[in-house]
């Protein structure tokens, strides 16, 4: 060998091991120095390919396919592996059509299509349906499916991502080869569509199978568990993560206290979070998240001050949940530090996405509900002013503030303003101008909202804004409107039958609002207790005796809701206006918590209007007892 030879070959021999050693940790500190030590050695001729592969694999890691490009662009050799590192860079970057170019260059260069290349093209999220019956036509015809699982698990999560379940289950039905990511997949599919029984049944499978079960095998089953059926076979999936070692999985146990709480056993979901060993801001938020939906905002607070204590940052969504406590909470003094913790944590102009609902949010826009909600309102706009671009977020919440302070008339000039900034209105800004017509009962101004909303985009008329139009027609009077908004939806939900109820009681169509109550229940919505508001007051206007009691009675022992005070009041004002003063006496006599005013009035009133021997002698012992 000669002397430059015996160099190269050495200098080639450094070269495998720096390789080697920094691949396991990609960076751009060590791929950098890497490319150039490997230009330096010679022409790309003189280098191995796969030192170049490796190159251009730590770059896609690294998602500089830019890069990556100019590399695999300068070789004057490639081989299959070349081609796939790039196609699946782009395909991870979501250039479906680079990841085709290259797909395409490849079968003309001979080579013949890899599963690792069609798992690249078949793994980008942009990729469609016609592509992917193009590729899985392919696979089945080179005899991909019997190699490995590779194809198959990248083919299932297509299907999955455009929402084709029964593709998706007859692909993985059809693989002859599954692999640990490939049942983990399936089991994920089924939860997320929630097909629980299916989502049991293939994790039973995999426990028969008796394979290695993964942090993502017991994430998938646990995230599909919902309500109070679930929770003992959650109880037997917790089990086993304890038998199996994985509850020091954080990730594993986070998903145990997220089943828990949507199973309802948040006292489990408790008991689970007291003996994490290791908690991250995730374990918390969930906690945090679930006391304050449950009712229990000071206790959420109690546990945000502790995550405080132990050292753990709170990000965006904490914060977005514990203003919903202080919001609650009605304490300005509490929201304030909340603001103040903002613009401590930097996230004052952050902008993020709040998990429950698909928002962009401004961290300002959030402190700024709270001032809202307590009635600061000069606060909110005084805040909001300060933002050197306003979002669509921002007008809507000074939109809202001038509503609950009263202000209509503001309402519509800042959204005169709005539209002049060129800001286009979102489906929050048009029932902000909905609920203020409703407010008004202005059936020409909520007819001209209406029209805006469908002039400007008619796909801003989803669930949520129909229920607005639902129940602003009703206010205002035109019941045909609200009927027909109502048998045009093709998405409804309960919220939009109680409007439908409301709206026919409000205008004197009582049955046709009880017989709605009854389709709703056959339709399996479980009325909730603002839907027995609804139906309770249409039986108080309507005078309607008999169908009250049965809903009041129905109410508890049917679907075990306590009736609040405004129940107990449509019940004792119903039976107090219609002579059944003793039957009104034993509601008020069984209620668990003292009556309000409103109720001792509406009684009185009863008795006043029904003055007769039996009628005093009943009210005097009401009030005696008393």
Known sequence: MSFNGDFLFKHHERLLQLLKSWSAVPSLKTTKPLHALAITLGPYTCQPIFVYNNIISQYAFLRHLSAARKVFDIMTERNPVSFNSMISAYGKCGDVWGAWDLFSMMRGCGFSPTPFALAGLLSCQALDLCGGSQLQALVVKNGLFDADAFVGTALLGLYARSGCVSEAVQAF?????????????????YAHYGLVEDCMLSFRELLRLEASLSDCSFVGVLS????ELDSEFGE??????IKSGFDYEVTVVNSLINMYVKCVRLCLAEKVFQGMHIKDVVSWNTIIGALERDGGPPKALDFFFQMSMDGVMPNQTTLVIIIASCSSLQIPMLGAYIHAKTIK?????DVFV?????????????????????????????????????????????????????????VFELFRHMQMTQIYPDNYTFVSLLSVSSKLSNLALGSSVHGLIIKTDFSLCDTFVCNVLVNMYGECGCIKSSVKIFDGMADRNLITWTSLISALGVNGYSHEALENFQEMEFLGFKPDGVAFIAILTVCRHAGLVKEGMELFRRMKCDYGLEPKMDHYHCMVDLLARHGKLKEAEQIIAGMAFPPDALIWRSFLEGCKRHITTEGLSTGHGVVKAV
């Open 173 to 189: 039905e059809d693989m002859p080869r599954k692999s640990l990511v490939t049942w983990n997949s399936i089991i994920s599919l």
């Open 224 to 227: 599909g568990l919902e309500g």
């Open 236 to 241: 037997q999936i917790h089990g086993l993560v």
């Open 345 to 349: 944590k930097g996230f004052e102009s």
């Open 354 to 410: 709040d998990c429950e609902r698909p928002l962009a949010i401004v961290p300002s826009n959030i402190v700024a509900g709270i001032y809202n909600r307590v009635g600061q309102y000069q606060e909110t706009l005084k805040l909001l002013s300060v933002l050197e671009e306003p979002d669509v977020v921002s007008w809507n919440i000074m939109i809202a503030a001038s509503a609950h302070s009263g202000d209509y008339k503001e």
